[in-house]
């Protein structure tokens, strides 16, 4: 965190157009948090609670989960965005295409620091735990991923197209 921290929350609350929290977020470790390894409440304050003892969530998984987990109080505008153009295009709001854009755009930005810093092959959480194959639903939302947010990513579209062609994908 000391080396990445800043950073990485500078592109976080750019790529999810959300400031950063002005409050430390509070981090406490336990032997075990939760099947996933980690998990956020954020009422009244974010607190994380992240587990010592889960593979998944070690070495430079335990950055990208940190920030996964911290970046949960971020994800309103994209959460928002979402639910108003799945409304102007007259879509059913999906239920975890919010939260599939959180764990992709944390593993990317992740991913991106590390690659920058020697460490080119880091493997985000939710490719390498398999997230996307658990269900077909969640595979169409890595196929929009790739192909309309990860060029919002790039810098080559903005936010709302990004946002647009991925509800018009659903």
């Known amino acids: 965190m000391k080396k990445y921290g800043r950073g990485l929350s500078e592109q976080f609350a750019s790529a999810y157009h959300e400031a950063w ?23 009244p304050t974010t607190l994380i609670t992240i587990s010592s003892g889960v ?25 928002v965005a979402i639910r108003n153009e799945c409304m102007a295009q007259n879509k059913p709001i999906p239920r975890d295409l919010w939260h599939m854009t959180l764990f992709y755009t944390t593993g990317e930005i992740v991913k991106r620091a590390l690659a920058k810093d020697g460490q080119k092959d880091y493997a985000p959480y939710a490719y390498k735990q398999g997230l996307y194959q658990i269900s077909p639903e969640n595979q169409r939302y890595q196929r929009l991923l790739e192909t309309c947010w990860q060029p919002y990513l790039d810098g080559k579209s903005d936010f709302a197209e990004a946002i647009k062609q991925m509800v018009a994908g659903l």
């Open 21 to 43: 929290a002005k409050e430390p977020v509070r981090v406490e470790v336990a032997i075990y948090a939760n099947w996933a390894g980690a998990y956020t409440t954020v009422r």
């Open 55 to 79: 593979a998944a969530v070690q070495d430079y998984a335990a950055l990208e989960t940190l920030f996964h987990e911290a970046n949960h109080a971020m994800i309103r505008a994209v959460s």
